[in-house]
Structure formats: structure tokens, C-alpha cells
């Protein structure tokens, strides 16, 4: 069975991928073959999709993964779908999608304070404090950092989420902008957003 075909009985499933199916896929292997092949022929749109069943799979086999694989998995699927929008130049849509992400903060990830003190301004609006908000305040000069300190995981994408507002700012106000055609079966924003509130609703990490 080639790649694509694998891809495409991921798309025909009507219900969350199996066990043994959603194993295989994302075992590194194919997982690395699927999004070789979903950028050399530009099929975002069937990729987006593929990661949001990814991702309700990830939730149906919470049993068998255990917490710290369904975060961990969950987290890789929301950047592969934040990736994939960006490379279709969704950027209303991933802004959307980022922005719905942030809402949810218990998605993130262990850090050294050392770490965080290092990133300094860039960093800390994404480390969370102790009454689960962001935005924890340098320590004072002389107390050290924590051990360890749980940042969002959206900390590696806030660059390029500066970029893509820009690029947003700018398409809107050039009268000769273009954007990249959507598919007809593209999911909308809407629809995007509805997948990933299901998601969370249904004890994926919020």
C-alpha cells in the first residue's frame, strides 16, 4: 500500500481511526512519509483533515496511550495543523485556530527556568503561573529561576504568528493581493473550530 492510499483510507473513515490504524499512522515512520507527501503534492486541505482525525482518534484511545502520550500527541497534531494552514496561506484561519488553541492552557509543555530566563521577553508571556493565567513576571534579580516551569506550547509559533499578521495586514489593504484559491472541500474556519471544540469537550487535553 503506498502513502497516498494510506491517506486516503484515513479520509474515508467514518468513525475514529481503530487502534491498529491510528498506531501505524502515527508511528514515526509513516508519520514522516504522510507529511513528506502531503507537502510534495501541496494537499493541505486533506492534511488539515487528516489531523483533525488524528486528533479525535488521539481522544477515542485515551485508555491505551495514557495522559502523557495524549498531550503529547495532541500538541503534535495542533502544530501540524497550525503548519499546514500556514502553508496554504489560511491565515484568517490560523489565526483563528491559534488564537482558540491559546484559550486552552493546559496546553503546555515542561520548561528549565533557566531556560525561560534566557528567552526573557519573548517567553514569558507564555509561562504559566500559579493560578493557571500567563504572562509570569521575570524573577527579581538574585532568587533563581524554578526548576522547572510550564510554558504554552504555543510558544514556538509566536514569531511566525507575527509574520502572518502582518502578511494579513498588508493582503487586506494591497488592492492587488491575491490569496491562494481554497478547495471546494476545504474546511471552513467554522468548521475547523467546531472539530477542535469537540475535541476538547470530549477530555482531549483542554
Same mark, same amino acid.
Given at each position: ?17 481503530? &487502534? ?20 510534495? !503534492? ?9 489531523? $483533525? ?11 491505551? $496511550? ?24 489560511? &491565515? ?9 488553541? &491559546? ?20 517567553? !514569558?508571556?507564555?509561562? =504559566? ?57 476545504? $474546511? ?17 487535553? =483542554?
Amino acid at each position: 500500500m503506498t502513502i497516498q492510499d494510506w491517506l486516503s483510507e484515513v479520509l474515508a473513515a467514518t468513525e475514529p481511526l481503530d &487502534w491498529e490504524r491510528y498506531r501505524v499512522t502515527m508511528d514515526a515512520v509513516t508519520w514522516k512519509a504522510l507529511w513528506t507527501d502531503v507537502e510534495a !503534492t501541496q494537499g493541505y486541505e486533506d492534511g488539515a483533515e487528516a489531523a $483533525l482525525r488524528l486528533l479525535e482518534a488521539t481522544q477515542a484511545h485515551r485508555a491505551q $496511550l495514557g495522559t502523557k502520550a495524549v498531550e503529547a500527541r495532541a500538541i503534535l497534531l495542533y502544530r501540524t495543523l497550525l503548519t499546514l494552514l500556514d502553508k496554504a496561506d489560511r &491565515w484568517e484561519t490560523y489565526l483563528a485556530v491559534w488564537e482558540t488553541l &491559546w484559550a486552552h492552557p493546559q496546553l503546555c509543555v515542561p520548561m528549565k527556568g533557566n531556560r525561560v530566563a534566557e528567552g526573557g521577553s519573548r517567553l !514569558t508571556p507564555f509561562v =504559566q503561573r500559579p493560578d493557571g493565567r500567563f504572562g509570569a513576571t521575570p524573577s527579581p534579580y538574585g532568587v533563581p529561576a524554578p526548576n522547572i516551569v510550564a510554558v504554552h506550547f504555543l510558544h514556538t509559533s509566536s514569531r511566525r504568528k507575527a509574520v502572518i499578521e502582518r502578511k494579513l495586514l498588508q493582503a487586506r489593504t494591497d488592492p492587488f493581493a491575491t490569496a491562494r484559491p481554497v478547495g471546494p472541500n476545504a $474546511l471552513s474556519t467554522e468548521a475547523i473550530q467546531r472539530r477542535l471544540a469537540q475535541v476538547h469537550e470530549g477530555g482531549a487535553p =483542554q
